[in-house]
């Protein structure tokens, strides 16, 4: 993996308001029940939405091939299109940053978040998700 050419972190102020525009607006007819999902590429960690986790695993090994990628979990949520992007706002918030670079597989990754090695875990970045999870249960 090729390290960062730039840090496509935005701003605190800029996510804030993100969030805040994200959770007032109503769900959106397309969102659909679907289970949210991370694993890690070494010190990289990538939080997704899938109805497969199966297949989203085999897709993720064809498409971005990671010798050491460590799938950390999943969580199930009715609303999986909203609540994956307020999780990735809440990832990257807490962050220390989102490298944009070239991939070995060939394309630009915008979407991992570094979060400066050891001070993280999957079980501090699944209790996020269970946290954006529970909001959005309450909001809707
Ligand atoms: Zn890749």
């Known amino acids: 993996m090729s ?3 730039c840090d496509a972190r ?3 102020a800029a996510l804030e308001d993100l969030w805040e525009i ?3 607006k ?3 007819s397309a969102d659909a029940p679907g289970l949210i999902y991370v694993f890690r590429d070494e010190e990289l960690w990538k939080a997704g939405r899938t109805n497969n986790v199966k297949r989203r695993i085999r897709e993720w090994e064809r498409d971005c091939p990671a ?3 460590e799938w950390i979990g999943w969580r199930w949520t009715p609303y999986a299109n909203r609540t994956e992007y307020l999780v990735h706002l809440a990832l990257e918030r ?3 940053g989102r490298p944009r670079f070239q991939c070995n597989c060939g394309r630009v990754h915008v979407e991992k978040f570094d979060f400066g090695g050891a001070s993280t875990s999957g079980e ?6 269970e946290m954006v999870i529970d909001f959005v249960l309450s909001k809707y």
């Open 67 to 69: 010798f050491d990628r």
């Open 10 to 12: 935005r701003s605190e």
């Open 3 to 5: 390290f960062p050419a």
């Open 94 to 96: 807490i962050c220390v």
């Open 26 to 28: 109503k769900l959106s």
């Open 22 to 24: 994200a959770a007032r």
């Open 124 to 129: 501090l970045i699944l209790s996020v998700i």
